[in-house]
Each structure stands twice: as structure tokens, then as C-alpha cells.
């Protein structure tokens, strides 16, 4: 009988279609802006009217030897001054293992900040903070 809870272990983690098996880790927030509209002379609000829509997160992960870390994945490449300025848009899924089903996918990703934690006798970890333009999920083919 299949589990209907989701676990972190029983998913995968694609940026631009490929598996990100150094992240150990993902959080996100979606949220919309909202603005009270009033008529005139009146106290109480009309309607709430949906202003903004943006997405932000974080990945956490560990680094390889030899992959270049985030740069040399693809995802934020701000290694040259010249890759600096030609940044590319990434798309993170979040796709369910056991029924393939994609549950999450973020458009329009750019990583902003990335940190590193060394520590001796230690696996070397990193954290990114991302934005994203969008996110769909499973439902949002079917709401259409």
C-alpha cells in the first residue's frame, strides 16, 4: 500500500531538466501582495485586489569535488565577470519518485546569493537563495 504522506526522500530535485543530487534540501514561499480597495465615503473595504506574485527560496546542499559548485552546475554562474552578466534563467521541479508526477515547478529562477560552510572533519555544505517569476503545481493544469 503507498504511503499518501509526502517525505523529502521520496522526491527529486530537477534544475533545467537535470537531477540536482548535491542538494540535500529545498524551501520555498509563494506569496501575492494584496491592495483594500474602499469606495468612496465608506469605512469598510470594497474588495481585496491581488497587486504582486513573487516566489523565493532557499537550496541547500553539499559540494563535489571537481563540479565547480553552483557555477559549474549551471545554476549560478558568477564566476567571470563576463558570466556575471549573462546569467540565465533556471527552472527548479520538485517531482514526486514513486508516481512521477511533478508537483512543483518554479519558473524563471535566478540564484542571488550563495554561502559556504567549511569546517574541519566536516562535509562541506552550501546555501542559495533564489527568486522565481512563477510556480505551478500538479493542480494547476486542471484549475486551468
Not at 509526502?6 to 506569496?31: D, E, M, P
Request: charged letters at 15%; one cysteine or more; proline letters at 1%.
Amino acid at each position: 500500500m503507498q504511503q499518501n504522506l509526502q517525505t523529502g526522500s521520496g522526491i527529486k530535485l530537477l534544475i533545467n531538466g537535470n537531477l540536482a543530487a548535491f542538494a540535500t534540501g529545498i524551501n520555498f514561499t509563494r506569496s501575492t501582495n494584496t491592495k483594500v480597495i474602499y469606495e468612496i465615503d465608506s469605512p469598510f473595504a470594497k474588495e481585496i485586489m491581488t497587486t504582486t506574485y513573487a516566489v523565493n527560496g532557499s537550496l541547500t546542499g553539499l559540494r563535489v569535488r571537481g563540479s565547480g559548485g553552483l557555477d559549474g552546475a549551471g545554476i549560478m554562474n558568477a564566476s567571470t565577470a563576463n558570466a556575471f552578466f549573462t546569467q540565465k534563467y533556471c527552472v527548479i521541479e520538485i517531482v514526486d519518485i514513486l508516481s512521477k508526477v511533478t508537483m512543483y515547478t518554479i519558473d524563471h529562477v535566478v540564484f542571488s546569493e550563495d554561502s559556504w560552510n567549511i569546517q574541519n572533519r566536516q562535509l562541506m555544505t552550501f546555501s542559495a537563495n533564489f527568486k522565481g517569476i512563477f510556480m505551478r503545481n500538479e493542480v494547476s493544469d486542471k484549475s486551468g
